[in-house]
């Protein structure tokens, strides 16, 4: 009998063991599987193409320099409930990564993400960044082109970023590259005034303020809030409006002179009777649920997704555990 209660005990503390210790699987392109208990033992077996999908906790990445793609847990607290938020630390990706994708991360705060071309190359092409709360800045150190950002939270996109594509997103601060497209963001105010780079063109985006520097050789396209005052910059079709008028819940202006600040608890859809309701160039909202790329609620990875699960805390009298779960993806 001691020995059963012996067995008995080592089995429990292991699985408790098990439970705490992070299972990230390593998707080949073929389907193949291997769990791993590291980040970095997932990556190191990483080749290009492959697929890393994180579960709820914090992780260290390394510098990401190979074309893999990194799928979390999802990046808001409300939709990961179930299963936690996948974090991240602040980390640099470079010209091998290119190709490559993350979503589904909350990268905490510190320097965002840097992206780094190798010396023997003058400039890199493609990676996309979708799903993603990031409590930083996306910074280019070294020309990246073909960059997305789609539906993220960032604090603002800045350097040596060109021919990118930055649509559906919610941004807090400048977005200084030039020779990229702007389509149906929502761009807070931040302390003085806005950088919004050159030769880019600005679509469908909603601005708090017209505060900003001068955006030369750039195009504006019913975007609100925003008059460019560089004698090179064109604009059509430009709405002026206070975001109460905007917004169905913008939340609650602060500071002096009174500013909006994002919550995620906020309700950014457009009101019917608002100037924005299906008037961006395409025909939809401006603003993030506009477009080809409206925002997903709850920012749920493409993966299916748990975002909600109760388990019984006994068995029935029928030696049953009731367990309910609720699964959806974000596409």
Same mark, same amino acid.
């Given at each position: 009998?001691?020995?059963?209660?012996?067995?008995?005990?080592?089995?429990?503390?292991?699985?408790?063991?098990?439970?705490?210790?992070?299972?990230?699987?390593?998707?080949?392109?073929?389907?193949?599987?291997?769990?791993?208990?590291?980040?970095?033992?997932?990556?190191?077996?990483?080749?290009?193409?492959?697929?890393?999908?994180?579960?709820?906790?914090?992780?260290?990445?390394?510098?990401?320099?190979?074309?893999?793609?990194? *799928?979390?847990? +999802? $990046?808001? &607290?409300?939709?990961?409930?179930?299963?936690?938020? /996948?974090?991240?630390?602040? !980390?640099? =990706?470079?010209?091998?990564?290119?190709?490559?994708?993350?979503?589904?991360?909350? *990268?905490?705060? +510190? $320097?965002? &993400?840097?992206?780094?071309?190798?010396?023997?190359? /003058?400039?890199?092409?493609? !990676?996309? =960044?979708?799903?993603?709360?990031?409590?930083?800045?996306?910074?280019?150190?070294?020309?990246?082109?073909?960059?997305?950002?789609?539906?993220?939270?960032?604090?603002?996109? /800045?350097?040596?970023?060109?021919?990118?594509?930055?649509?559906?997103?919610?941004?807090?601060?400048?977005?200084?590259?030039?020779?990229?497209?702007?389509?149906?963001?929502?761009?807070?105010?931040?302390?003085?005034?806005?950088?919004?780079?050159?030769?880019?063109?600005?679509?469908?985006?909603?601005?708090?303020?017209?505060?900003?520097?001068?955006?030369?050789?750039?195009?504006?396209?019913?975007?609100?809030?925003?008059?460019?005052?560089?004698?090179?910059?064109?604009?059509?079709?430009?709405?002026?409006?206070?975001?109460?008028?905007?917004?169905?819940?913008?939340?609650?202006?602060?500071?002096?002179?009174?500013?909006?600040?994002?919550?995620?608890?906020?309700?950014?859809?457009?009101?019917?009777?608002?100037?924005?309701?299906?008037?961006?160039?395409?025909?939809?909202?401006?603003?993030?649920?506009?477009?080809?790329?409206?925002?997903?609620?709850?920012?749920?990875?493409?993966?299916?997704?748990?975002?909600?699960?109760?388990?019984?805390?006994?068995?029935?009298?029928?030696?049953?555990?009731?367990?309910?779960?609720?699964?959806?993806?974000?596409?």
């Amino acid at each position: 009998m001691k020995n059963i209660l012996l067995l008995l005990s080592f089995l429990f503390v292991s699985n408790i063991i098990m439970a705490q210790t992070p299972r990230i699987a390593l998707v080949k392109p073929n389907g193949t599987t291997t769990i791993h208990s590291t980040f970095q033992a997932a990556y190191d077996a990483a080749i290009n193409d492959d697929y890393i999908y994180l579960p709820g906790g914090t992780f260290s990445l390394p510098t990401i320099d190979k074309k893999i793609h990194i *799928i979390g847990a +999802g $990046s808001n &607290i409300d939709s990961c409930q179930a299963t936690g938020m /996948s974090k991240v630390n602040p !980390f640099s =990706i470079n010209s091998g990564a290119q190709g490559g994708s993350i979503e589904g991360l909350n *990268i905490l705060p +510190g $320097s965002g &993400i840097g992206f780094y071309a190798n010396s023997s190359t /003058s400039s890199s092409i493609g !990676f996309k =960044i979708k799903r993603c709360f990031i409590d930083g800045n996306i910074q280019g150190n070294s020309v990246w082109e073909s960059l997305v950002v789609e539906n993220c939270y960032f604090l603002s996109i /800045s350097g040596n970023i060109e021919n990118s594509l930055i649509r559906n997103n919610v941004i807090l601060g400048h977005c200084s590259v030039n020779y990229s497209m702007f389509l149906n963001n929502i761009i807070f105010q931040v302390n003085g005034n806005l950088q919004l780079g050159s030769s880019n063109t600005f679509k469908n985006n909603i601005f708090q303020s017209d505060s900003y520097t001068s955006a030369p050789n750039s195009y504006f396209y019913n975007n609100v809030n925003i008059t460019p005052y560089s004698s090179s910059s064109e604009s059509y079709n430009t709405v002026i409006e206070p975001w109460v008028d905007i917004f169905l819940v913008p939340g609650m202006p602060s500071g002096s002179p009174p500013s909006y600040s994002y919550n995620v608890h906020n309700n950014y859809h457009i009101k019917v009777t608002s100037a924005c309701y299906n008037s961006g160039a395409d025909g939809t909202d401006r603003g993030i649920y506009g477009g080809s790329s409206p925002w997903v609620e709850g920012s749920i990875p493409s993966n299916p997704h748990i975002y909600f699960k109760q388990v019984a805390e006994e068995t029935n009298a029928n030696g049953q555990l009731q367990i309910h779960f609720k699964v959806r993806a974000g596409n």
